[in-house]
């Protein structure tokens, strides 16, 4: 069964940083795009960074220069270190993979950018 399954979420205040991370198990995890997503309340879920299975990165204007996407391999692990937060950061975020026709989502953490 493929799982992903994220962690490192939490309450920071504004300008702090979080490092999330997601592990997956029950497939290649090398072979995969992966991606971090996230979605406020009342918004729809909008991309925030993507990694190919080949390491190409891309992410969402509003977060460049803020957040780094990194993977690693044999962890079968994909992180988003997040830097400078904002209040409008506040988000449940979701891990991403997709592999061909396959689209698996992690269960999602909640991220709180408050004073």
């Known amino acids: 069964q493929v799982q992903f399954v994220e962690s490192g979420g939490g309450l920071v205040q504004p300008g702090g940083s979080l490092r999330l991370s997601c592990a997956a198990s029950?497939?290649?995890?090398?072979?995969?795009?992966m991606g971090w997503y996230r979605q406020a309340p009342g918004k729809p879920r909008e991309l925030v960074a993507t990694?190919?299975?080949?390491?190409?990165?891309n992410y969402a204007d509003s977060v460049k220069g803020r957040f780094t996407i990194s993977k690693a391999n044999a962890k079968n692990t994909v992180s988003l270190q997040m830097n400078t937060l904002k209040p409008e950061d506040t988000a449940v975020y979701y891990c991403?993979?997709?592999?061909?026709?396959?689209?698996?989502w992690g269960q999602g953490t909640q991220v709180t950018v408050s004073s």
């Open positions: 990694i190919s299975s080949g390491g190409s990165t």
């Open positions: 991403r993979g997709d592999y061909g026709s396959l689209t698996y």
């Open positions: 029950g497939t290649i995890f090398s072979f995969y795009t």
